[in-house]
């Protein structure tokens, strides 16, 4: 197996900085999966508990000027479990940087090699070459198939979300007086998030949201949907707006999950939160 790639462009590395950086937010390892047009950040806890399930993916043609791969399966595919805290570091101190090269390697156990191109402190034209090691662990065939793009499921109501800087302000304020949060969305446009404990009650609304368009198929029979889902993971997602998304969509599947998105040109981030029992 071989990858090597690489950036001249100092925005694009400082992009794909921030996606590495927001996916850290959301688990310490995850499987980092790469193909010829695409780079996946990919966490499944479903498989093991019933937990979060996220799929960043990114087109590495909108940040890579040189990128080539020889994978394993006939796809052309690797897959590899690394920490994305590590990886986002290896690319910080970038902002002089005339390129950056990263590429699988094997020294004493493999890794991704990030090698960044710095000008010398005097200014005399010489460049300094500053190399970080990220240790990965590459994922055998057999397994290949727990990394799949999850299904999209039957929700009940589907919405653009407000503003995520709205969100954020709004959940921030309340994620000290509860554990949790229910979520509940209307085709009307309504968004409405409520925390109810022995002491106090209190509800936000959100009105006027647009709707996606929706397959012909989609049931749209049920007038609203709401779901109970943990606060701080909740939160995580909103904290994601660093990626630089132009669009978030949220889908509720009633008293079972939400399934959110950010969108922007190049990257999409699917986030699957699962309801919890309150009871």
């Not at 087109?59 to 986002?88: C, H």
């Not at 954020?168 to 994620?175: A, D, M, P, T």
Request: a neutral charge.
């Amino acid at each position: 197996m071989r990858f090597k790639a690489k950036l001249f462009d100092v925005q694009s590395i400082t992009q794909l900085q921030n996606i590495i950086s927001a996916v850290s937010k959301f688990c310490k390892t995850c499987c980092l999966k790469l193909t010829e047009d695409k780079m996946y950040f990919i966490l499944n806890d479903r498989l093991v508990c019933g937990g979060t399930t996220i799929w960043c993916e990114v087109t590495q043609s909108s940040f890579f000027d040189e990128y080539r791969i020889e994978g394993k399966d006939d796809k052309g595919a690797i897959l590899m479990s690394v920490s994305p805290e590590n990886l986002s570091k290896s690319l910080c101190n970038t902002m002089n940087a005339s390129s950056v090269k990263i590429k699988l390697a094997k020294k004493q156990s493999a890794c991704l090699s990030v090698e960044i191109a710095l000008p010398s402190p005097g200014g005399s034209g010489i460049q300094r070459l500053v190399t970080h090691d990220v240790p990965v662990h590459l994922i055998p065939l057999t397994h290949w198939a727990e990394y799949e793009e999850p299904g999209m499921p039957e929700f009940d109501i589907s919405f653009y979300l407000p503003p995520l800087k709205r969100l954020r302000n709004v959940l921030e304020r309340i994620k000290n007086l509860s554990n949790h949060v229910t979520v509940r969305g209307a085709w009307t446009g309504e968004l409405t998030l409520s925390v109810k404990t022995e002491l106090v009650t209190t509800k936000t609304y959100f009105t006027d949201l647009d709707i996606p368009q929706l397959d012909s198929e989609v049931d749209t029979s049920r007038a609203s949907a709401e779901v109970t889902v943990d606060i701080k993971k909740l939160l995580l997602f909103v904290q994601s707006q660093g990626m630089g998304a132009s669009k978030a969509i949220c889908n509720i599947v009633h008293n079972r999950a939400l399934q959110l998105f950010l969108l922007q040109d190049d990257v999409q981030l699917q986030y699957y939160l699962p309801s919890i029992d309150t009871s």
